[in-house]
């Protein structure tokens, strides 16, 4: 079933690019794995994937230790508290949406000697229930950053609604697509837009999504929750 469910993904997301006029492009799959065993980590590994997302540090540990080898993302809400050991273990933390966690990566970046690859997370759907910058925030806190040279933003993230038709969630993929298009400069050149879910992936991808994140399509019912 996971070989099954897999090429389906890649089938709909080649399509999408084609019909987008991005043919030839690349679009990464992040195999979401909040509620999934080592096993099927495992069996997704010997597929191919590469890229696996978590929510949680403590939830995620095991993991870490287990497949070292493997690029993990960190696509949950980011705790301060967390910072340096999410920096430790994780390749590409999706969720940086305030001053202070920049200052503490950057603080954890330091003594490591290593950089904090991150994107910043924009609320453009504007729901009270999600973290994230405001379009508003958006353009200042990307100039802020400039204070911290160890944090390299390199794109931006969102989470669209729940919503049965993914048509009614276009617009906001649209939007953020051209807010990386309005804030990048030169040093900052945002090349990564993660957005889309299992449910909504494919006009993610039509919308110019770069990371995808895919738990439920890829895995089962079982990780309804754990794309979000």
């Not at 996971?2 to 993904?9: E, T, Y």
């Not at 679009?27 to 994937?49: D, F, H, I, Y």
């Amino acid at each position: 079933m996971l070989a099954d469910n897999l090429g389906k993904i890649h089938r709909e997301i080649d399509a999408a690019l084609e019909r987008s006029g991005r043919r030839g492009e690349k679009v990464r799959l992040v195999a979401v794995t909040k509620t999934v065993g080592p096993e099927q980590v495992s069996a997704a590994a010997a597929l191919g994937l590469r890229d696996f997302g978590e929510n949680r540090f403590q939830e995620a540990r095991q993991k870490l230790q287990l497949f070292p080898g493997l690029r993990w993302h960190f696509i949950g809400h980011l705790q301060t508290n967390k910072a340096g050991e999410v920096l430790a273990g994780f390749t590409l933390i999706h969720s940086l949406d305030r001053i202070r966690l920049a200052r503490r990566l950057q603080s954890r970046a330091e003594r490591s000697g290593r950089e904090a690859r991150c994107l910043v997370q924009v609320n453009i759907s504007g729901e009270k229930s999600k973290f994230g910058l405001s379009e508003k925030e958006l353009p200042d806190f990307l100039e802020a950053m400039r204070d911290f040279p160890r944090v390299r933003v390199e794109g931006l993230m969102t989470m669209a609604p729940r919503v049965e038709d993914p048509e009614e969630v276009r617009p906001l993929f649209r939007r953020l697509r051209e807010l990386r298009r309005s804030c990048a400069r030169p040093g900052l050149e945002l090349r990564e837009l993660s957005m889309g879910m299992t449910s909504d992936y494919v006009v993610a991808v039509e919308e110019g999504a770069t990371i995808v994140r895919i738990g439920t399509a890829l895995f089962g019912a079982r990780t309804m929750q754990s794309e979000r």
